[in-house]
């Protein structure tokens, strides 16, 4: 029988905040253990949350990019469960209205276009962190990210393989960062994803048993894990079995999934509205007011750069990788006038340096402007497509401007015609065998009075006006 | 003359007359509490140290005529589950037994901000969970009145300091009664004041919903001073409102000739004690001697106020008591080596049998195929409620009701019988579900000498109103002043 | 019957509580009783009646996006039943 796959996926999004969702500490990671803490975060008793407004104003942000009706009134509510990375005994999270629901996000895949229904969007404070000793039966209890916000994005079951899941991810996690509500990063754990995977007879309506996926902290492991998971309920179909409901964890190392050691008990987290909250109410204005300051999307940017600067939807695909690659390039190409050429440097000699030293785009040490003078620089015939090469390379390690290299080095072309007639002149003078061949016929040896040429003006001759000048005078002998 | 039976605008008088110092009046509070408190036990924990040194601080500010209102410089208690920085603060539960915030409660910060001086953390049933201060691991706390009666709960400490003369006034709390039912008991002024009123910041939760801090007091003047301090939005706490807060004294001695008083009907027909019912209608007659028009009115739901509350409550509460885990603060059971085990141990041995009583009750109304016929059930009644109430107070001023169905019970008398416990708050608990304020004040005694209580209230924010007619009543009834033999 | 042994056991499990047979016996009976009472809650027509979870309304307070110092963790510790001067200690969590 065949079996049609369904995939939803649970995305949690820790929001980029200065504070966490429901107190004053900071959210920043890698700090020594419970130094972000204070009573409200370790769930002392008596204190009281307060909301963090930048948390409503993000899920809001993320609720617009992805199409989502907001609701005017959500509700807090108390998930309760025991951990010991759970200082309260409950997490405070949204159930029965959350920010928002009912949105989508658009996928291209292979050319085609695919639509996956977002269920809803909801808000909610993350947990602290275990930290397991390995020679004393004994955990640590980290309380630095309890309290750090969250959102939390369902979508439909509405994918179908694994390569639709992992673009879904990818869409959404260009949105996030681009929005600038949150960091990505995934082995920081500030974009985690669950997978919810079932089978079904290929034709048929209803849903099969499924099972809960966690632990893929990358891109690549979500595809990994779904693929295998696929391939093993698939197994279990065809030789008889069911499908067990429950949770099963990624193992990166064995490239399989196993169900969770841990004694997997039925959940009752008796949610109930947080009395110590009251709803959270965003009026239409405020929404209004959030709209206006959404920068433009990667898809819309996308088909923008391809329309304006008539680029091919290859490099309109990387250069709108991030919000940074993307204003960075504008700036270039803004500069020089040249969109190609600017879109060739930064996909090749930009990211490529940036990736050999692990650089942010950030980080660069060749400002847009100075990139975008030295296309200019190119493209007026001050120097050559080969000598921009070396002044880049200058320009990467010392930072300075192109005009700079290019003056301390005397590298400009030689562009003055009765200077170069005078050197074309010569070479010819020099090796009448060669002009002898090319009268003849043997139009090859035309490269060699070219490089002879470039070799007595040391490369600084301009290449177009050295083939023009040599034709005319070839021609007239 | 000892001080320890004057009220805080008499001890203010002499205060600023400088005809006494909050030093000498303090010093005299720690005499009269180790004159009586091993008979009482009103305090879990004293703090006679930082008190006299508030005390002399607050003596200081007065020489350099910087003293800060009238509560400066006066003794008060504070009830343990309210956040005392530095000083332990047990909810009278063995699982804090040990626990010291590091913060204060707002409240608290207000009291200290006003130059107050707190003498010590008073006794309660634990977690606020019992009518009657039995529940507390620290023993229980006798009513001055009769020493082998209950003081009332869970404010049981707060009220029998109050009536022992073991503090000025102080704070209690009030989730379904705890304040008035306690103050009826031992012939003191209580008030629950709004719900959003005062801040909850640093109170530890019983059910949040419900939960709001008041003073209890020897009359509704010292009431007022204390509540305007208290009083007032507070950022800490997203429930309190920041409608503005009144100088709550200016509304004594006012008159209430002219108003409107509701007596509900169905106060009087559930097993009231005849005590009870006599001390409410010389209230009646009081009132009407003040002018003001007393009309029976109908309260429909009162009688399925302490079915609803014993769902809420309980439900907020089983989730409210999940954080005592025995990982970052407070009891442990020892030597756990499996974690399941050590949550089930550790809240086995730190919680009493009533507060785990209430857990199993919540957990069991929350989880799941029960919550809409219990929890969602019980949240669709009070909404009926509430608006019972709204409907009186838009034709009365304030309601006047009995505190208590009766007059205090004895020492374990109630103990095996959880639901004739819970039923002593059915006059008390339908403010804590509307979130109106309430007060209780002294109406006469038994004939054996048993203090009786009668309750007023008010709509929502009208904590003005409430003490007007409070004050008016209470000088009506020109209560005899008497004092317990002790 | 509103409750079973069995049914105050799984209650007294979600709510990590340790009860022995005779709490168990003692908690089923008294919940039985508080359970029929609240029964009374049944008579009481709540249909289109919208539930009360809030004894006020009112817009939350916000609270701006600022830090605010922490506790030192000295402090944060201070209560700690167990720890290591840096972290919690539980007993080793399998997951």
Known sequence: MEYEPVIGLEVHAQLRTQTKIFCGCSTAFGSPPNTHTCPVCLGMPGVLPVLNRKVVEYAVKMALATHCTINHVSEWARKNYFYPDLPKGYQISQYDRPIAERGYLDLEIDGAGKRVGITRIHMEEDAGKLIHDESAPVSYVDLNRAGVPLIEIVSEPDMRNPEEGAAYLRRLHEILVYLEICDGNMEEGNFRCDANVSLRPRGEQTFGTRTELKNMNSFRNVQRALEYEIRRQQYVLESGGTVVQETRLWDDARGATSPMRGKEEAHDYRYFPDPDLLPVIVPGEWIDEIRKTLPELPLEKRERFIREYDLPAYDAGVLTASRAIADYFEAVATRCSKPKAASNWVMGDILGHIKEDKLEMEDCPVSADDLGELVRLIDDGTISGKMAKDVFEDMWLSGKKPETIIGEKGLAQITDTGALETVVDEVLAANPAQVEQFRGGKEKVFGFFVGQVMKKTKGQANPGLVNEILKRKLSDL | MEPYYLTVHELEGLLRAGETTSLSITEAMFRRIDDVEERIHSYITLMKETALEAASASDQRRREGAARGPLDGIPVAVKDLICTMGAPTTCGSRFLERFVPPYDATTVEKLRDAGAVILGKTNMDEFAMGSSTETSYFGVTRNPWDLERVPGGSSGGSASAVAAGECIASLGSDTGGSIRQPAAFCGVVGLKPTYGRVSRYGLVAFASSLDQIGPLARDVEDCAILLTVIAGHDKRDSTSLSAPVPDYRDFVGRSIAGWTVGIPREYFIEGIDPAVAAAVNRAVAAMKDLGAECREISLPHTRYGIAAYYVIAPAEASSNLARYDGIRYGFRSPGERELLDLYRNTRAGGFGPEVKRRIMIGTYSLSSGYYEAYYKKASQVRTLMKQDFDEAFAACDVILAPATPTPPFRLGEKTDDPLQMYLSDVFAAPANLAGIPGLSLPCGFTVNGLPLGVQLLAGHFEEGKLIQAAAALEKALSAEQRRPAL | ?95
Request: no cysteine.
């Open chain 3, 1 to 95: 019957m509103k409750i079973t042994e069995d049914q105050v056991a799984h209650v007294a499990h979600l709510a990590r509580l340790n009860i022995d047979e005779k709490e168990r016996e003692v908690f089923t009976k008294q919940l039985d009783d508080i359970l029929l009472y609240i029964d009374m809650l049944n008579s009481v027509d709540t249909t289109d009646v919208a539930p009360m979870t809030h004894a006020m309304e009112g817009t939350e307070t916000f609270r701006e996006d600022v830090v605010r110092s922490s506790l030192p963790v000295d402090a944060a510790l201070a209560n700690a039943p167990d720890d290591d001067g840096a972290s919690f200690k539980v007993p080793k969590v399998i997951e």
